[in-house]
């Protein structure tokens, strides 16, 4: 039977087969009727069916081998379970004995139990990890993510354009991380993204579909079409996927907030895309073989070679996602030898008929050229009834060679496993010789013999001592049956009042000197060195020099013979090694190279975390991190971090290979006339490039719109000045920026600009400006005319700014607060913005009545007046002002919060020190001049938070009610809602940050408490482990204070000054 023809046939089997191996995965179940009798009884719900598996009363009737053993149907060979093992102690539970159950019980646990040591992790580890899993999934249903999120598309467009050339990233729509990280990695092979572009229904199912799959899969089709096309050639940084996600959801019938397995939603997608491009195959191949290209891409074949009770069988089997089993296991290779090989293989080899013994093996006959692994990191509990994670570590190459794989290399895989066996057999036997030598004992301490050797060398060499260690202490116990006295009598003087003995000693009443010789003793609280003749060690009695002279002899080549024989064992075990590792390094068995492309990763438990996907750009030969909207540069020093797993609680578990020989699958497409490559809207048919035009045509309207909405905005201030400013007779308050004349005038914004001592920043500035004037006047005492004047005091107070903004200065002395024209220089703002601000200094209404400084005020006003609106961008004016006013803002956020930090006021400073960082970041993002260090107020932002939930755990450790909620509340509505901000970055010290903060309040998952306590944790963690970079709502930004421009400086410079008095570390 052809492959085409098996697909036919098993169609409308397939779903069914699909949801028996998902079930058959998580419950461990292998008996293929009570996996269909679950499932009938369920409708198919999943869920149900788990349920009804791990019921008390289910039954478990004794699996049949040959059931087991002949893996499918002939007409389900699509999905296949792989690795699973017979089980050989079903225990009876169809009766009412609880023994049964409860035996049943702990030989499941027992069994997890010893996975777990097979890995290294600890029996107390795994029952925190259990109870951890337990708490989320008891919680996860009511948790959900109703928050309005703060990221969601920013109001500014120019924020929301793609950059050229960059990637497009997807937006979240509401817990569809998963979602995007298969789509992403579906849509960097472009062979799979032409195939989609160029899709077109069948003509006769346009009109009106036949039957519901057609009216599911077609609109679906068409709207991953509609993606796919503006991923291609939009203009916007991300696009929104909702109406795909909401056709795939209703298949699920689940809700919005539930987050979808990968490997689920995977295997769904292909089996839409699959019926899809059969419907449109058979139409465009009538009469002939239909080819189906997602079956050609996606899908290879296997030979499961086997004997079942003495007698040998093959079969042919399809199959896609190819599951591998990660427990137990340190690397890719190791997964895949475990799943190729089932049972005792033994036999497979032997021509004895009549063996009792059973097993198979599984050989690749044509490999797809995307060859998909599914990494099996969720194991069910059958004791708690729920899934767990699995964090192992589990490596895998960037190269992957299958040939040891292919049924081609039967033969020649078959001897080397044989070898790698027989070697792992003597590297067993020498690694257990070597312990021997390295744990050398019979009690429970065990040292290396060769310095057990080297110590009994020491105690031989040693002075030898003539008398009895106890010789001189007094032994005999006093009357009363007490302890006798260790120490012996001291005198008043030798005890003296730094004299202090160990606790439960006390000076022993004088007593009569012995007759007999003593040695001294040493005093330890009143001497500050040993007696000569007191040994630092042990030492023999007797020892003559001939018994001394043996010794050393045979104890030196002893010690060199243990030394020799341990070098030895070393040398073989690490060569026996390095043998197993070259086995398959011939250039015979490189001929299948598969290189990674994606790598799709959790991180989180089981029932709650966050996907992104790890995609390699062939093109730019680097990897690329696709995380929802987040599209970055990435590395496979990063990707390693991430997805092998033992780090955090992220891990791969999805890797996708792609055939190396078939270069079609990442080609770009070139113009046949030109040759050049296609880009963009090129790429697209017709019926898409009109539609992706259309929407890059909304966005540009967007972008104009808000534009015009702008300059109307700036339009409006400068009236509002202006008409303020002719209005105005009385001083009017200032920032560090010049007041304006008639034609201008900050934006008069309470919270940036008004002052609470009016006259103080108008003195201020006055007075440099007549400062200016005197020194520009003293320069030549001859008479000048104000223009003149003018000129060179605005050379001089340029002068003067100039050589602030060259200093290089200590944070304290930020010498862009003192004048709006330091920022500009240090941000290279341009010649024009700068004549003009100087100009709009010394044309202040609010400069003495000093004649010569009001002919100076006039022509400047009269100067301002002959600017042409052309000669100077308004717009740009406003932007740089504004600007500068948000940098103040900053500051004055970063200043209230580290004041309040350093006051340990931690829950008053948080929100200042977010909301400092968070505008920081947009000042930084014009240059690196516009804000303050970012990892400065990065590293107080932690800090902080590292307080309160120090601070919070321990009101919890309290038990006190009242505490408790409250420690809780600061967790729940502070700490959490900003761990988001922590991740968003991805910075290292974050990262380790909100590791220890988890890990503080996991700990206590291993500790007794009151169920009221255990309830409120159990309530509260999934909320702290969710792992998602979806920044949730949060307070409000808190009112600044005003400040004039001295007591900002003055009170920054303070707080910064305190800072570097300070530990780098901020104790």
């Known amino acids: 039977m052809t492959v085409e023809q098996n697909v036919l046939q098993q169609h409308s089997q397939k779903h069914q087969q699909t949801l028996l191996n998902q079930l058959r995965e998580v419950t461990g179940t292998t008996d293929v009727q009570l996996l269909q009798q679950a499932l009938q009884v369920s409708n198919g719900d999943l869920a149900e069916a788990v349920a009804f598996l791990t019921e008390k009363n289910a039954k478990v009737p004794q699996q049949d081998e040959a059931t087991y053993y002949q893996t499918t149907q002939v007409g389900n060979d699509r999905y296949i379970s792989v690795g699973s093992q017979a089980d050989t102690n079903v225990i009876d539970l169809t009766g009412d004995d609880k023994d049964d159950l409860q035996r049943a019980i702990a030989l499941s646990l027992e069994e997890s139990s010893r996975a777990f040591r097979e890995t290294g992790i600890t029996d107390e580890e795994q029952a925190i990890s259990r109870v951890l899993e337990a708490s989320i999934a008891e919680n996860k249903a009511s948790l959900k993510r109703t928050h309005t999120e703060v990221w969601s598309d920013s109001p500014n467009p120019h924020d929301r354009k793609r950059m050229e050339n960059c990637p497009v990233g997807l937006k979240n729509v509401g817990n569809t991380c998963w979602f995007s990280a298969v789509i992403q990695s579906l849509f960097n092979l472009l062979e799979f993204q032409r195939l989609v572009l160029y899709y077109s229904p069948p003509a006769r199912v346009q009109d009106l579909p036949r039957n519901q799959k057609e009216h599911r899969n077609l609109p679906f089709m068409q709207e991953l079409r509609n993606l796919f096309s503006l991923m291609v050639g939009s203009k916007r940084k991300y696009v929104d996927p909702s109406r795909a996600v909401e056709i795939l959801k209703d298949a699920f019938k689940s809700s919005e907030s539930q987050q979808q397995d990968v490997s689920e939603f995977t295997h769904k997608l292909l089996d839409w895309l699959e019926d899809a491009f059969q419907m449109k195959a058979e139409e465009d191949r009538e009469g002939e073989k239909p080819k189906n290209p997602m079956v050609e891409l996606f899908y290879g074949r296997f030979q499961a070679v086997g004997v079942l009770e003495g007698k040998k069988f093959e079969n042919t089997e399809m199959f896609g996602q190819y599951p591998l089993q990660v427990n137990g296991f340190k690397d890719l290779h190791e997964c895949l030898e475990a799943a190729m090989i089932e049972g005792e293989i033994e036999s497979l080899h032997s021509s004895a008929e009549n063996s009792a013994k059973s097993g198979q093996e599984h050989w690749f006959t044509e490999l797809p050229p995307v060859l998909t692994f599914e990494l099996s990191r969720f194991e069910f509990n059958q004791a708690l009834g729920r899934p767990e994670k699995i964090h192992n570590k589990l490596e895998f190459p960037s190269m992957l060679y299958m040939d040891r794989y292919m049924d081609r290399n039967r033969e020649i895989t078959r001897i080397k496993r044989e070898e790698i066996r027989r070697l792992k057999e003597q590297l067993t036997l020498l690694q257990q010789r070597l312990e021997r030598y390295l744990s050398y004992g019979s009690g429970p301490k065990r040292f290396p013999l060769a310095d057990v050797l080297q110590y009994a060398m020491e105690f031989a060499s040693s002075k030898p001592v003539c008398t009895s260690p106890l010789e001189d202490i007094d032994t005999s116990a006093p009357p009363g049956g007490t302890t006798g006295q260790l120490m012996p009598a001291l005198s008043t003087a030798e005890q003296g009042p730094s004299c202090t003995l160990p606790e439960g000693l006390s000076p022993t009443p004088t007593q009569a000197p012995s007759t007999q010789q003593r040695v001294p003793i040493h005093k330890p609280f009143t001497q500050s060195r040993l007696p000569p003749d007191l040994p630092m060690h042990p030492a023999p009695r007797h020892i003559t020099e001939e018994e001394l002279r043996v010794l050393e002899g045979c104890l030196h080549r002893w010690r060199s013979e243990v030394e020799n024989d341990t070098h030895d064992l070393q040398g073989s075990i690490s060569r026996i090694h390095r043998t197993i590792e070259l086995m398959y390094s011939d250039k015979s068995m490189m001929q299948v190279p598969f290189r990674l492309h994606a790598v799709l990763v959790h991180e989180g438990q089981a029932n709650a975390g966050h996907y992104w996907a790890y995609i390699y750009d062939p093109h730019q030969q680097r990897w690329m991190k696709y995380n929802d909207i987040s599209v970055t540069k990435s590395s496979w020093e990063e990707l390693v971090r991430d997805s092998f797993g033992g780090y955090r609680n992220a891990s791969a578990y999805c890797l996708m290979y792609i055939n190396d020989k078939k270069p079609f699958l990442i080609e770009e497409e070139f113009d046949k006339e030109t040759g050049q490559m296609l880009s963009g809207l090129d790429k697209l048919p017709s019926d898409l490039k009109a539609y992706v035009k259309e929407d890059n045509g909304l966005f540009d ?253 321990g009101m919890f450790e309290s038990g006190e009610e009242p505490e408790v909620c409250n420690g809780l509340s600061i967790m729940n509505e502070l700490v959490v809602p900003c761990i988001p901000l922590l991740l968003v970055h991805d910075t290292e010290k ?30 509260f963690l999934p909320k702290l482990l969710d792992c998602s970079t979806e920044i949730k709502s949060f307070h409000d930004p808190p009112k600044l204070p005003t400040y004039s421009t001295l007591e900002l400086v003055e009170r920054y410079g303070r707080v910064m000054a305190s800072l570097s008095r300070v530990p780098a570390d901020g104790r």
């Not at 930020?814 to 290279?828: M, P």
């Not at 220890?996 to 409120?1016: A, F, H, I, T, V």
């Open 990 to 1019: 974050d990262l380790l940050a909100v590791e220890d903060m988890r890990n503080r309040w996991c700990s206590y998952l291993g500790q007794e408490m009151e169920p009221n306590l255990q309830e409120k944790l159990t309530d």
């Open 701 to 953: 309207k967007e972008i104009e719109e808000w534009d015009t909405l702008q300059a109307r905005k700036a339009q409006l201030a400068l009236a509002a000045a202006t008409a303020a400013a002719e209005t105005s007779t009385s001083p009017q308050p200032m920032s560090t920026e010049p007041s304006p004349p008639d034609s201008w005038g900050p934006q008069q914004d309470p919270e940036y600009m008004e002052q609470p001592s009016p006259t103080d920043d108008s003195k201020h500035l006055q007075e440099d400006t007549e400062r200016a004037i005197s020194k520009a006047a003293a320069k030549k005492q001859e008479e000048r005319s104000p223009e003149g004047l003018l000129t060179a005091a605005i050379k001089v107070e340029y002068t003067r700014l100039l050589r602030f903004a060259q200093e290089d200065t200590a944070p304290e002395n930020d010498y862009r607060l003192q004048h709006v024209i330091v920022y500009f220089i240090h941000n290279q703002a341009p010649k024009k913005i700068l004549e003009r601000t100087l100009l709009m200094q010394f044309a202040d209404r609010n400069l003495s009545f000093d004649e010569r400084c009001k002919s100076i005020m006039k022509v400047a006003r009269a100067k301002l007046d002959l600017v042409k609106p052309e000669e100077v961008n308004m717009e740009e004016y406003e932007m740089w002002h504004q600007d500068y006013r948000n940098f103040r803002e900053t500051t004055i956020f970063l200043m209230i919060g580290l004041e309040l930090f350093q006051k340990k006021c931690f829950v008053e400073a948080l929100m200042y020190l977010i909301y400092s960082y968070q505008y920081n970041r947009e000042l930084l993002v014009k240059g690196l001049y516009r804000g303050h260090n970012d990892e400065l107020i990065g590293h107080y932002r932690r800090e902080c938070l590292l307080k309160l939930n120090e601070n919070a755990a």
